[in-house]
Structures are given as C-alpha cells and as structure tokens.
T-cell receptor, first 113, second 114 residues
C-alpha cells in the first residue's frame, strides 16, 4: 500500500531535549516536505526536499533541521525544542513531475513542556 | 498563487450529493484548481484537480466554470465519513525542480447528517 509513515504519532517532551520525527515513503517519490498545523494558522511549510541531498527552507524553518540521505526518508530534527514548537506535524511527498497531488502522512502531535 | 474564497461551512444529508463551492476570481491561465480534505486532524487527502475541463475520479467530480472564476466539488453520494474540512487551492501545476508547497486557507467544513 502506498503510504507516508511518520513516527512517533504522539510525543510529549521537555524544553531542550533533542528529538527526531521520522518520515518514510514507499512510493519512490523524489519530493518530500514537512508542514506544521496550528489553530488559526493553517498548514505552514517548514522544509522541503527535491531529491536526495537537496533540501531547502520553507516558510517557518527556524528551530528545525532536516536531512535527506536516502530517497525514502526525510526526518525532521528539533535540536532544542521549545514550547512554541508544540504543534501537529505532517510529512508529505509526491513525484517530481506528476499530475497528481501530495500524499500526506497521518501526522505527529508534539507537545513541548 | 491565486486566492480562493469558500463559505465556512455547509451540511448535507447522507446519501445526497454534496456540492462545495469555491471562488477564485483572480486565477491565472496556468493555474490549476486542487481540492484536498482533512478529516479531524488526520493528514490532508488529495481529492482531485483540474485546469478548465470538468474532471471526475472515484472520489468526486470537479466542475469548473467556463471563465474559470469559480468551481464546485461534487461528492455524488455523501456518507458520514465524508464529514471533513475541504480545501480549494489554486496554484501552478507542479513542474520539475519546483517546490510543491500548498497554501491551505480555512476551507469549508462539510457536515454530513444521518
């Protein structure tokens, strides 16, 4: 089954404790991206990646890092989480040239105390 | 990307067609209309997209007016599981090397009642 898998789905952590949210897709998609969703602000793009070893900032990259060492994986790294990073996070992927849409993961709800 | 306007909410009876409107009066000639939905904090789900011709797939139909200033997403036989927030997005089609960023507005909340 074609899917985008995120882990963990739920996480409560404390300020400053480094964490990684993993994202993996099994569709051989070149493009991957991370969004966060907050009440009243909608979905905002954090980072995106066109292909392996190619990443770029989205609209709200501060406090986040990403890496793309393999095509299928695109982890989101919070080196020193803060409470304002409490949010619902979504990973998404798509083919580079396609007439379809983005495939989204099921989301990761992160709470930073 | 052109801005879209959707009513905040609507409802329909289960089994009936749900017609969700979207206005995009500033749409450019090379911009497509995309529809996504999000069911209660789940990941957004792609539904359909089109440029100027009407489109149909297994989930829905998309009707775009001739002047392309508005469109309607049609769920032909709505079920309770179709209750969700539906987003109409207008953007240039994805091309090689481009950031496929989507800008989601507030969408329209569809409530399907038994």
């Amino acid at each position: 089954e074609a899917q985008v898998t995120q882990n963990p789905r739920y996480l409560i952590t404390v300020t400053g404790k480094k964490l990684t949210v993993t994202c993996s897709q099994n569709m051989n998609h070149e493009y991957m991206s991370w969004y966060r969703q907050d009440p009243g602000l909608g979905l905002r793009q954090i980072y995106y990646s066109m292909n392996v070893e190619v990443t770029d900032k989205g609209d709200v990259p501060e406090g986040y890092k990403v890496s793309r060492k393999e095509k299928r994986n695109f982890p989101l790294i919070l080196e020193s989480p803060s409470p304002n990073q409490t949010s619902l996070y979504f990973c998404a992927s798509r083919l580079t040239v396609s007439t379809g849409g983005l495939f989204f993961g099921e989301g990761s709800r992160l709470t930073v105390l | 990307d052109a801005k879209t306007t959707q009513p905040p909410s609507m409802d329909c009876a289960e089994g009936r067609a749900a017609n969700l409107p979207c206005n995009h009066s500033t749409i450019s000639g090379n911009e497509y209309v995309y529809w996504y939905r999000q069911i209660h904090s789940q990941g957004p789900q792609y539904i359909i997209h089109g440029l100027k011709n009407n489109e149909t797939n297994e989930m829905a139909s998309l009707i775009i007016t001739e002047d392309r200033k508005s469109s309607t997403l049609i769920l032909p036989h709505a079920t309770l599981r179709d209750t969700a927030v539906y987003y109409c997005i207008v953007r240039v089609a994805n091309r090689a090397g481009a950031n496929s960023k989507l800008t989601f507005g507030k969408g329209i909340t569809l409530s399907v009642r038994p």
